[in-house]
């Protein structure tokens, strides 16, 4: 029995299908056309608004959608009412989005390198061989995108064991399988854990005796975390407490936390909570007799999950607009490979622990650049606020519009990597740096702590509060450390 089929698009687009459809043996039956607009034909069922009762009298096995791919938000509205009536559909991008590269397509391998507009940094395998062979190696937040390549990198220098601790199950069972398929005959855990919950982190890692720990997990998105402190505190600070104390207990021989530039004159709440997790990291070194715990801080890692390559990714299948959130912002950018092999390498420095290492980012990138760029490798020319298709491209094919939308809570138009205060000096590796700290008192480490306490139980605004005064604080402990005088 021949499938029959209804064809929903303009009167242009239907014709089109039809032509096609007339090349296959043999031919779906093409019951009539659905318009969303324009004249009717003696093909014409109707329009849009007599979708339900067309494929109620007509009952087609499915529907063939061939809509401009700007028509995103209409295309899923047909959609929607498609599966409703339990009609199967099938899109068939216009031929002009085929020829200029909008709407629903193949996805196109972005080279991130170049849209960095840099060569990638050189891996020192040395290096790496040097702090992750033979040794049991333990990454938190292994599910996520610099704890998974934090594993595969690792994984790849023979390790005696490696330890993969993630909460989340689908992403832990993800980056087992292929630390499974990459390297079958290492020795692998895959620890279904919260990191937050301090006894059972200490108990964990007394069985597991790790020597090497890479604490990626936390919580990264800056809006949400402005509306959930809380969630921020428990992951971003308690969580490094519970690892850097059972670290310390199992004797540990490095324990690193991975950073961001967001702690650095921080204004949002994630930024200000990584800042609090960071100075007890120091805290801790200090407290730690041959071991050593160090801080690796780092900008944006493009093509990481929720990074604007996926949101532009989306939004040029959905056929547009790309979303810039001001002109004028800037930000530090490396790729997922190259943060996790130097977040490895700067383990390997030789150092007395409780220093600040920091990656080598570049130049800071314009975000409009990187969004024309973006578009560029995709065979199209972006449409900035104020201008038009005819300036921009003279009216040819493949152009597709940006919006701004305005800076979200938390966010800075501009990211820094090093505080005023700090002091940096270099390392043995030229494309890290590093910077050096005096570390917390004990009595500010405890004051964090108490501050901080039951935060489920305080109101996201004083909650917000506190964070603030308590890194605040800190930033004048420094200074008044670095500006006091000698034997003062």
Known sequence: MLQTAIIIG?????????????????????????????????????????????????????????????????????????????????????????????????????????????????????????????????????????????????????????????????????????????????????????????????????????????????????????????????????????????????????????????AVNPTSVMGMTKRLAELYVQYRNQDSTGKSFSIVRFGNVLASSGSVLEIWSRQIADGGPLTVTDPAMTRYFMTIPEAASLVIQAAAQDDSGGDVFLLDMGDPVRIVNLVCRFAAMHGLRAILPGETVDTVNEGRAGTISVVYTGIRPGEKLHEDLTFDAEAMRPTAHPDINMWCLAPPKRRYIDEIRDTLLGCRDISPTELTTRIRRLVTMAELEAVMDLTAPAGG
């Open 10 to 262: 303009t009167p242009d687009t239907c014709h089109r299908i039809e032509q096609q459809l007339d090349l296959l043996d043999p031919r779906p039956v093409s019951i009539g056309w659905v318009i969303t607009h324009g004249s009717c034909s003696a093909n014409t069922l109707g329009t849009l608004d007599d979708l339900e009762s067309i494929v109620a009298k007509r009952k087609p096995h499915l529907a063939l959608i061939s809509l401009p791919g700007a028509m995103s938000e209409l295309i899923l509205s047909i959609r929607t009412r498609l599966r409703r009536m339990n009609i199967p559909d099938r899109f068939m991008p216009t031929l002009e989005d085929q020829i200029s590269g909008v709407g629903p397509r193949t996805d196109i391998a972005v080279d991130v390198d170049q849209l960095l507009g840099r060569a990638p940094r050189i891996m020192d395998k040395s290096a790496i061989r040097r702090v992750v062979t033979g040794r049991r190696v333990l990454v938190t937040g292994a599910g996520g995108s610099i704890g998974s390549e934090l594993a595969r990198v690792v994984s790849a220098f023979q390790p005696l064991q490696i330890m993969l601790m993630d909460r989340s199950e689908n992403a832990l069972f993800e980056i087992d399988r292929q630390i499974a398929r990459l390297q079958p005959g290492l020795s692998r855990r895959a620890l279904l854990h919260d990191v937050v919950d301090h006894e059972a982190t200490r108990t964990m890692f007394s069985a597991l005796k790790p020597d090497l720990i890479f604490h990626a997990a936390a919580h990264k998105h800056v809006p949400m975390m402005e509306d959930h402190p809380a969630a921020a505190v428990e992951n971003n600070f308690f969580g490094t407490v519970s690892v850097a104390d059972a670290a310390a207990d199992v004797g540990a021989e490095r324990c690193v936390l991975i950073s961001t530039d967001k």
